[in-house]
């Protein structure tokens, strides 16, 4: 036997009392007013409404959170311009650009420094270790320097035009190439050729920053007569040009952008590819002379010069205290390591000389420097038997 189950309900100070029985139907026990009974419909009504309302809100809470559903389905607005987000489309098995983009690293050193290279497109590791340091090893070691070149989609600058149309703005996106260095942005939007030299620029100029014990001053170098001649500026001052009379000269090619100085204040060759400026603005790239320095040498002439298309050659000589200053003015590691590097150029110039002039093409420039560089040579050199001047012309000839 199935006992019937009673309820008591309490709704406006009438109470009601419902009893369920087996069969289902309910059978009020208390007659109750029409009022009371719409206020119960309403308020049930109102829970359901509720209810159901709650359910679906956390129903879409979940599909939203999880990438799907309502919030997934909404493409998000992009701005080439804010985001610059890599583009996704390389990592496919293929697309319109040509086949998929495998990234790469490259691990090496140079002068103690542990730098990495990473790149997005493996096709583009013989370029890069094409602009490593010269000298370069690999190594296992943990990299102090991370330079990476990605492959990000810009706006084109010309798409911000008032008359452009949306469409038009989607079509004149393009893909270019971002460097980072140690994960900040040091430029984007650059062309392969434009990507290349501002990642051997920055790799350069950590390597110099980096090097212990090494001294890296900006200068262009050659040696003649076992004799440095250093000539410091900045990029774009005209050194690779000079370097490159100089050699065809007759000097030993050591360096067209540092001078490599130990603790002693020799200079040692950083002979990496010349590197001469167009006038488009682009780098053309030469071999290394064959003609080049294998070992550390003193520093014999320290000369501050510029090009102008009038400049005449009038060397004034320079100071001790001048000589440094022309150095240290160029030396990359000056704030890092101020007396190290004091100390160390006070070293190098001890017995050079120095001069200060301005300067007209290059090839008219570079017979003059070579001569003051023999001419202190022979300064310096012994006084030779007097039995013997014959051997000392032909040595002063064949220097």
Known sequence: ????????????????????????????????????????????????????????????????????????????????????????????????????????????????????????????????????????????RPAVAILSLMHEVFEDPRSRSRGASGSERRRRRVLGLSVRLDGQVVARGLSHAQALDVFESELQLSVAR???????????????????????????????????????????YYSDEYAVLDREGRVHPYARRPSVRLRAGRKERQSVPRRRGRAGVPVGLVVETRYRPDGRWAPVPLSAGERVLALLANTVPARDRPAEVLAVLARATGSARGFRSDRGPAGRAAPMLLALVREAAELEAPPAAAGRPKGRAAQARRA
């Open 210 to 252: 980096l090097a212990r014990p090494e001294v890296f001053v900006h200068a262009g170098v050659v040696a003649v007569a076992g004799r440095a001649i250093l000539l410091p500026g900045r990029s774009g001052a005209g050194k690779t040009t000079l370097v490159r009379a100089l050699v065809e000269a007759g000097a030993t």
């Open 1 to 140: 036997m199935i006992l019937p189950a009673a309820r008591a309900v309490s709704m406006r100070g009438v109470a009601v009392r419902v009893v369920l029985l087996p069969s289902r139907r309910v059978r009020m026990l208390v007659r109750v007013p029409m009022p009371v009974r719409m206020a119960v419909g309403r308020a049930v009504r109102m829970r359901v409404r509720v209810l159901v309302f709650v359910l679906v809100f956390v129903a879409v809470l979940g599909h939203g959170a999880s990438g799907r559903g309502i919030a997934g389905s909404v493409p998000e607005p992009w701005s080439p311009v804010e985001s610059a987000r890599p583009l996704r489309a390389v990592s496919s098995p293929r697309s319109d650009a040509g086949p998929a983009m495998r990234a790469g690293v490259l691990r090496g050193q140079a002068h103690g420094v542990v730098f990495e290279a990473r790149v997005d497109d493996r096709r583009l590791l013989p370029a890069v270790r094409a602009r490593l340091p010269p000298g370069w090893s690999a190594t296992r």
